[in-house]
């Protein structure tokens, strides 16, 4: 099997590579590194059935050869990167899908798209299930992410029906583990970080706003599973267990034995209420569920963050 990746040098795309070279498969990792990390991808460049591709999937690529799955997860995806290249986030959801799909249909090749959470926007229902269309403000700040991904999903279900292509659509909750980027901007490694140099932990709104975190092991497992399913509509991949910001920096404080305090400050735009996956669907499809409990995640997270600080 011979596996291209976009986005491969990022935080999941990297785990994924991982997987796909421990299962045998040849993989192409392609990436522009505006978001991607070269240090995420260096042991695996050891591996001759490892290629690199700088390339940005935005413009059309010629790839050489056979290809048997194409994983399309290039997009910056934290707010801070996305916000700071907005119009490149517009063109990786459009411009990329189209290029990948076409390539799919090119080599005949099983498709996945990265989707996401953000889909829902700032939901009505809750938890949210994959029947429910969201609730997105397509001009706010957040919407060149949102709107980014609709527009994937959209096209990918389009090339399923018209070309026949065989696709699959995850939509990502809430992630976290090693290889994330401290300066990333999510919750995770915002609050690690602080809490890790002693800072002030910043807390949006009053904390009351809920996410729910997967580590990334197991959404890996979730992914594979789904390409390897005969299912073309979205499937969420998250954790369900659901927490309140405000008690996950507490969490965060404790388990980093931190002296920091908890500040606030205003809500930012848009910014969703709740978060939490109806993951009925992928337990019924895919046998799957999160197996590694937040408390244990947070501890391997922080230990690879300690690291870094230190750096």
């Known amino acids: 099997m011979r596996t291209l990746i976009t ?15 421990d299962e045998g498969h040849e993989v192409v990792c392609v990436d522009n590194f505006i978001t991607g990390n070269l240090a995420n991808i260096e042991a695996l460049a050891r591996n001759k059935r490892f290629t690199i591709k700088g390339h940005d999937i935005s413009f059309p690529m010629k790839i050489d050869g056979p290809i048997d799955a194409i994983l399309h997860f290039a997009s910056p995806a934290s707010p801070v990167d996305y916000l700071r290249h907005p119009i490149p986030t517009l063109k990786v959801g459009s411009l990329g899908t189209h290029n990948t799909l076409g390539l799919a249909k090119l080599k005949k090749a099983r498709y996945l798209l990265a989707s996401t959470s953000e889909v829902y926007g700032d939901p ?20 060149v992410y949102d709107e980014a991904k ?4 959209a096209m990918t279900m389009a090339y399923h029906r018209f070309h026949n292509i065989d696709t699959r ?3 990502i909750f809430n992630t976290y583990g090693e290889r994330m980027r401290l300066d990333d901007g999510r919750v995770v490694p915002n609050l690690m970080g602080q809490a890790l140099r002693g800072e002030p932990l910043t807390v949006y709104g009053d904390g009351s706003q809920t996410r729910s975190f997967c580590y990334v ?8 599973r789904l390409l390897h399913a005969d299912f073309h509509e979205p499937v969420n991949l998250g954790n369900p267990n659901e927490v309140s910001i405000l008690d996950f920096a507490r969490e965060i404080v404790e388990l980093s034995a931190s002296k920091s305090e908890i500040v606030f400050k205003p809500l930012p735009q848009d910014d969703p209420r709740v978060r939490r996956p ?17 408390r244990d995640g947070m501890r391997r997270t922080l230990e690879y963050f300690r690291e870094r600080v230190k750096a």
């Open 7 to 21: 986005g491969g040098a990022g935080f999941v795309g990297s785990h994924l590579c991982q997987r796909f070279l």
């Open 124 to 143: 009505e229902q809750h938890p949210q299930r994959e029947d429910y269309w969201g609730h997105v403000n397509p001009i706010g700040i957040r919407g």
């Open 150 to 153: 609709r527009f994937a999903e």
């Open 169 to 171: 659509i995850c939509r």
């Open 217 to 224: 092991a197991d959404l890996v497992e979730g992914i594979f």
């Open 278 to 294: 109806d993951i009925s669907r992928a337990r019924k499809l895919l046998g799957w569920e999160p197996k590694i409990e937040r």
